[in-house]
């Protein structure tokens, strides 16, 4: 199947950094991607669509400039948390790919002290 | 109410035995369904499409009931190695949805 990569794989960070999480499909080109985020024991939920060379689409709830999303080409996204707290800590996971398969990156585990 | 939900579980079941979870989405506009499986700390891979009609790999079994709103998963001949969490999804035009989730241990 298509790859899917992220970058960075775990980031541990004070409390009011920003941290930027890059999503890159590897073989294939994405015009749409879409990012989710877990807590533990909870299920995967949408925040919000990436769309190359357009503004991203955020799930009710979620703050657009608390997670800036930026999909400057066709086969990389990224999501950056500004001013991260405790409470952002958790699993971002991203996925690309085709209409019925959608492929997620292996995802980026966030703890913010 | 969750747009799609499962029995969180867990699943403690012997090897051999067989398993069935489910789920149900309240969304009757959902297009596609799936069974993911996730492992701790990882990300979901598919684990098979569901169609109407059901389909089967292996030892794995998916139902979709479009009026009930309802999907399954029968898991025959249960594995040591398939103790993890597994996830029903829902594609709503280009969204994926996902369930909590329903955590299975198999043990010997």
């Known amino acids: 199947g298509a790859v899917v990569s992220q970058h960075p794989s775990r980031v541990i960070c004070k409390s009011g950094t920003s941290v930027k999480i890059e999503c890159r499909s590897l073989?294939?080109?994405?015009?749409?991607m879409f990012w989710y985020r877990q807590f533990p024991k909870q299920s995967l939920m949408l925040m919000a669509t990436?769309?190359?060379?357009?503004?991203?689409?955020?799930e009710q709830g979620v703050e657009k400039d608390k997670f800036l999303i930026n999909h400057a080409s066709l086969t990389l996204s990224t999501l950056t948390v500004t001013s991260a707290h405790p409470e952002d800590s958790s699993f971002y996971i991203c996925?690309?790919?085709?209409?019925?398969?959608?492929?997620f990156g292996p995802g980026t585990r966030l703890t913010v002290l | 109410r969750k747009e799609v939900e499962q029995d969180p579980g867990p699943f403690n079941v012997p090897e051999g035995a067989t398993v069935a979870f489910n789920c149900t989405y309240s969304?009757?506009?959902?297009?596609?369904f799936f069974w993911y499986r996730q492992d701790c700390r990882k990300e979901p891979k598919l684990l098979m499409s569901?169609?109407?009609s059901g389909n089967e790999d292996g030892r794995f079994t998916a139902q979709l009931n479009r009026a009930s709103q309802y999907i399954s998963l029968l898991i025959r001949d249960s594995k040591l190695s398939d103790s993890a969490t597994y996830l029903c999804?829902?594609?709503?035009?280009?969204?994926?949805?996902f369930g909590a989730g329903t955590r299975l241990a198999v043990h010997p």
């Open positions: 569901v169609y109407s």
């Open positions: 990436s769309n190359e060379g357009s503004k991203a689409t955020y």
């Open positions: 073989d294939f080109q994405a015009t749409t």
């Open positions: 996925t690309g790919g085709a209409y019925n398969e959608q492929f």
């Open positions: 969304n009757s506009a959902s297009q596609s």
């Open positions: 999804a829902v594609r709503r035009y280009n969204k994926l949805i």
